[in-house]
Structure formats: structure tokens, C-alpha cells
């Protein structure tokens, strides 16, 4: 009789939790069919364009983790190319007359995403329409993109927050140690700083000089922006920002950071007074998603000629895509479904990622090896990381071009075994034997240390990786071997620096490497396609319940409450699932 209502109790239980799945999977369709009935939002000839940008910005749109919220609603997360396209727009558009930067709680991704956005709020001004800042909160990287503004406010008792660069790497080291888990490393290239965090407790002297070289271009780059937007010398701006004389929007206002120390309902009443409007009447605003879904970028698809953009953003990984990686099969598919195809004329791969998985490296390569051989250019454009795996499945392209702010190179290896036999002996009374054929029959285990002998080897398979590595990019950008050397080592480099070097070739944007890959191929009437095939916000939702993730929820959550945990979270994480020797970056510089 027990085992009865057991047995009815656990039917009652999976019919219930499956009829919940069928509740929220119907909801999120519904959502989504409302979403796509939905008539786009009607533009009046006095329109503000709101922009918020309070979440990450993928490249391509969807390619993340989308919130489950979003996805519900339908709503599709805007990548930075569409968003710049979409501005470029509303500066042709008459309805459009100005943009508000409504910066509440921003969040971006990179200095180099930045940039991106405020040429494209540069280019808008030139249009002569307005663009109007106003947050409680100013912090760095989005001061940077509001000073573009005509007039900066900011709330009287908010935060003004601008008051230099820094990177901030955590060590585990000393909490290992406690634990009783040993880390075994085994590394190549004296600047590889992936390591550190595991074997030191402070940033070694190489990797603090990198470090500064790096974050004096990106430091560099803001005050010579800043500077020129408001009207300021550079030594002015490195005064205010350098000594913290900027530490409230009043003094902020005092040496000319901010116009105006007001509310936001006194920004709405400039709204109306610059549109002609009456006290108290409403304003026309539309969202960024708004004005994209009703005034959405053309594409022409009535040319033959087709250059393919590939979107290699994230952690390269050995297997299929997940949103916001990069898997090994998936593109390799990609690549060769492009190859044959005879209307693609030319390639542009727009890699933002601090790499991955050395082999899965490898075969991504390999396969731009191949299909550069049926004729067509390869042209590479850096986002915010091309480094490490991310710059060795760049460096045989034709033509390479990044930002100013990317950050490249990391042309370097390690291998990262963890032995955790110390923690389960000392704190669980846990203890392994073996009985083996041979001295290296017991291969890689987590719960015995690896030997002398087996470590040498391990030492001498990470050194031969290296060696293919400075191979690809002595071969891809002419260099001698001793060349590449010498600039490798594990060093990052930001674009600007990485030109003399020879890692990369010029300074631009996407849109210019689009321009020199059409070049290339001879092709002047063309169109974009866009690879990977990213599901929409609705198919990630089903996708994630119907194969749950618990670390990946559990990263989730922990993002939504401590943003700023998010890339030491992803990176223990990624650590803990990694195949291999890897050629990646960790923490991917946090400069803020």
C-alpha cells in the first residue's frame, strides 16, 4: 500500500510539473505571437528616440543569455551592429528629432562597444539634432558615451563616479591552499596572466606592466574624446578626472563635465520647450526596440553578391554553439556551408572573444584555412576581445582591423589541472589507491597529483601547442617565428598598439571592414548575411526549461543581483567544464 501512494503520489507530481511546463511554454508563445501582432509603435513628427542601454550589448542580435522575463515578453535584445544601424537611421529620419541618453543603470560590455556607440551618436550630432543626457548615476563608461551629449544633467543628489581607470583581477590562491586543492599549471608565455589567479596572490610584474600599457591607451583614448566633446583640453580632463575634483554632480557642473544639476522631470520640460510644446503635454518617445521594429534597417535582397559576416563572439568551446559561445561543430558548419556557397563573394569575421579551447581554436581555423583556398577574402574586424583563441582564428585573415579600444593578442597557452585528493582526505576522511599496469596508466585524475615525470610531459604538450601557435601567426601575418615570439609571451596589446607590432592592420569599425572585404572581392552590389542562426528570445526560453542548467541559473541569478561578479563567475565556471590546453584570457581585463 505504501509503495502505492508512493507510486500515485510521484505521477501526481510529474503530471503537475509537466502541466506547469506546458502553462509557461504556452504563455511564452503566446507572448511571442502578441509580440509579433503587435502593430510597431506609430512615429508623430516630433519623436525623441529614448536609449537606455541598461543591459549587456551582444554583437549579434539574441546571441546571449537572454533574462526569461525578456523572453516572455518576446522582446529580442538588440546586437550592437543593428543598434548603430538603427541611429544611423533615426538621423535620416524627419519624425526624429533628437535622442534622449536616459541613463538610469548602465551596463555595457567593453570600452570598444562604447566607442562603437558614441561614433554612432557622433555621426547622428552631424545631422544637427539633438542628443540630451540626463542620470542619477554617472560611472565611468557611461559618462564616456553621455559626454557626447549637447547638454550632460545629472540628478542633484545623484553620483558622479568618473575618476580614472583601473583593472581588478581577484586570486584564489590562498583560498585553494585552505581548501586543500591543489592547482597544477603548466603554462607557456611569461605575460600569460590566465594563470595567476591560481598560483599567485597578487599580479605578477609582467602582468601589472601589461596591464598599464593598456589601460593608458583605453585611459588615453577617453580624455582625448571627453576633451573634444566638451570642449576642454586633455590636461584639463586628466586634472578633473585624476584628482577626483568631479566627486558630486555640483562639482561636476564646476569644471564642466555637466551643463546642469537638475531632475529628471526638469529635462522633460527642455523636451518641450525645444519641441513647441505646452506645459504638462506629453512627450513622444520611443524605445530604441521600438523605432527598430518600426523602422527597421534595409537590406538588399534584390543583389546577388553576398558578403557573409560571421559572428565569433564569447568563449570558444569544443562542441555546439550556446548563446553568447562559440562552438567548434556549429561554426565549422557555418564555414563550410559558406564555402560553397558561390554567391558569397567575400568573408568578414567579427570576433569579440578572450578564446577558449586551443583544438576547438584550431579547427575553426583550419576550416577559414579552407575556405580562404576557394578564392574568397577574409577579412577580420576586433570588437571589444580578439585575444588568444580569439586572435588565433584571426590572424590568417587577409586584412585585420580593430578598434581602438579591442584588445588583442594573448598569444599564449596554459593547462590548469586541479587535485583535490588534499581537500578530500583532510575534510571528508576520504582517501584513493590504485593498482595500474604502468607508470602512466592512471593518466589525468582530479584526486592524485600529478608526478614529476608526467608533468614534464604535460609542460612539453603545452610548449608544442605554443609553438603551432606562433606557427599561425607567423604564417598568417608573415612574420618570423622569433617575431611573433617576441611579441606573444601572453602579452595583450589594444588595437592602436597592435598596428606597429603587425598583429593587426588598421584602426575601424565592422562597417569598414564590410567596406574592405567588398573591396577585395570587386563586389559593389551586395548584400549582408549574418552567420551564426541565432534563435529568438522565445526559442531560448522553451530551449533553457526544457534543458535546465543549474550552474548556468545559478550564474544568472547571482549576475542579476552582483552584475559585476558576472565574469568571475563565468570564468570559474568555463575553468571547471574546459578540455584541454587553452588559449584564453580569464576575468577578460575588467576595466572600469
Known amino acids: 500500500m505504501l509503495h502505492f501512494f508512493r507510486t500515485l503520489f510521484a505521477s501526481c507530481l510529474g503530471t503537475l510539473l509537466a502541466l506547469v511546463a506546458i502553462l509557461l511554454i504556452g504563455i511564452a508563445i503566446a507572448a511571442s505571437f502578441a509580440s509579433e501582432g503587435n502593430t510597431p509603435p506609430e512615429l508623430t513628427p516630433n519623436t525623441i528616440l ?12 539574441n546571441n546571449a543569455e537572454l533574462d526569461p522575463f525578456q523572453s516572455i515578453k518576446g522582446d ?38 562604447v566607442k562603437s556607440l558614441r561614433d554612432a551618436l557622433v555621426s547622428f550630432k552631424k545631422s544637427g539634432k539633438f542628443i540630451i543626457a540626463h542620470s542619477k548615476f554617472y560611472m565611468q563608461s557611461d559618462y564616456y558615451l553621455a559626454s557626447v551629449a549637447d547638454k550632460v544633467y545629472a540628478n542633484p543628489v545623484g553620483i558622479f563616479e568618473v575618476r580614472g581607470m583601473v583593472a581588478e583581477v581577484p586570486f584564489y590562491k590562498n583560498l585553494l591552499d585552505k ?127 553576398k558578403i557573409a559576416v560571421i559572428y565569433a563572439e564569447g568563449t570558444i568551446a569544443d562542441g555546439k554553439n550556446t548563446p553568447g559561445n562559440i562552438g567548434d ?28 579551447s586551443a583544438l576547438a581554436s584550431e579547427n575553426i581555423w583550419y576550416a577559414l584555412k579552407k575556405l580562404k583556398k576557394t578564392g574568397k577574402p577574409l577579412v577580420v574586424s576586433m570588437g571589444n576581445y580578439a585575444a588568444s583563441g580569439g586572435y588565433y582564428i584571426a590572424c590568417l585573415a587577409d586584412s585585420i582591423l580593430a578598434e581602438e579600444n579591442t584588445v588583442t593578442g594573448s598569444i599564449g597557452v596554459f593547462r590548469i589541472i586541479p587535485s583535490v585528493g588534499g581537500l578530500l582526505e583532510d575534510k571528508v576522511g576520504v582517501t584513493f589507491d590504485t593498482v595500474k599496469t604502468g607508470k602512466y596508466s592512471q593518466g589525468l585524475n582530479v584526486f592524485f597529483d600529478i608526478g614529476e615525470d608526467e608533468g614534464r610531459i604535460m609542460q612539453k604538450q603545452v610548449e608544442l601547442m605554443y609553438e603551432t601557435f606562433l606557427k599561425r601567426v607567423s604564417d598568417g601575418r608573415k612574420l618570423s617565428r622569433n617575431a611573433v615570439d617576441a611579441i606573444a609571451q601572453g602579452r595583450v596589446w589594444s588595437g592602436l598598439d597592435a598596428i606597429p607590432i603587425g598583429l593587426v592592420d588598421k584602426i575601424g569599425n565592422l562597417q569598414d571592414a564590410i567596406k574592405v572585404a567588398a573591396k577585395m572581392s570587386k563586389s559593389t552590389d ?42 568571475y563567475l563565468q570564468d570559474l565556471h568555463e575553468l571547471r567544464s574546459a578540455k584541454g590546453i587553452q588559449a584564453r584570457m580569464l576575468s577578460r581585463v575588467p576595466v572600469h
Open 50 to 61: 529614448r536609449l537606455t542601454f541598461n543591459e549587456s550589448i551582444p554583437e549579434l542580435t
Open 526 to 567: 551586395y548584400r549582408i548575411t549574418e552567420y551564426p542562426q541565432v534563435k529568438n528570445s522565445v526559442e531560448q526560453l522553451i530551449e533553457d526549461f526544457m534543458n535546465p542548467n543549474d550552474t548556468e541559473t545559478a550564474i544568472k541569478l547571482m549576475s542579476a543581483e552582483f552584475p559585476t561578479w558576472r565574469p
Open 329 to 356: 561543430l556549429s561554426y565549422i558548419k557555418d564555414i563550410e556551408k559558406i564555402s560553397g556557397d558561390e554567391r558569397v563573394k567575400a568573408v568578414v569575421l567579427r570576433v569579440n572573444s578572450p578564446g577558449g
Open 76 to 113: 529580442d535584445l538588440l546586437g550592437l551592429h543593428e543598434i548603430v544601424a538603427t541611429i544611423e537611421n533615426a538621423k535620416n529620419d524627419s519624425r526624429i528629432k533628437g535622442i534622449f541618453l536616459d541613463m538610469e543603470m548602465p551596463s555595457f560590455s567593453g570600452y570598444a562597444t
Open 179 to 305: 581548501l586543500g586543492v591543489k592547482m597544477q599549471i603548466y603554462y607557456a608565455g611569461k605575460f600569460k596572466g590566465a594563470t595567476e589567479p591560481y598560483r599567485l596572490t597578487q599580479l605578477s610584474t609582467e602582468n601589472k606592466f601589461q596591464y598599464r600599457e593598456l589601460l593608458n591607451d583605453f585611459y588615453t583614448s577617453f580624455l582625448k574624446d571627453v576633451a573634444t566633446s566638451r570642449k576642454l583640453s586633455t590636461s584639463q580632463v586628466a586634472d578633473i578626472v585624476g584628482n577626483y575634483k568631479a566627486d558630486s554632480p555640483e562639482n561636476a557642473k564646476i569644471h564642466g563635465l555637466v551643463d546642469e544639476v537638475i531632475y529628471r522631470q526638469d529635462v522633460m520640460d527642455i523636451f518641450r520647450k525645444k519641441l513647441g510644446f505646452k506645459e504638462n503635454e506629453k512627450i513622444p518617445f520611443v524605445s530604441l526596440a521600438g523605432y527598430h521594429k518600426a523602422n527597421a534597417p534595409s537590406k538588399n535582397y534584390s543583389a546577388d553578391d
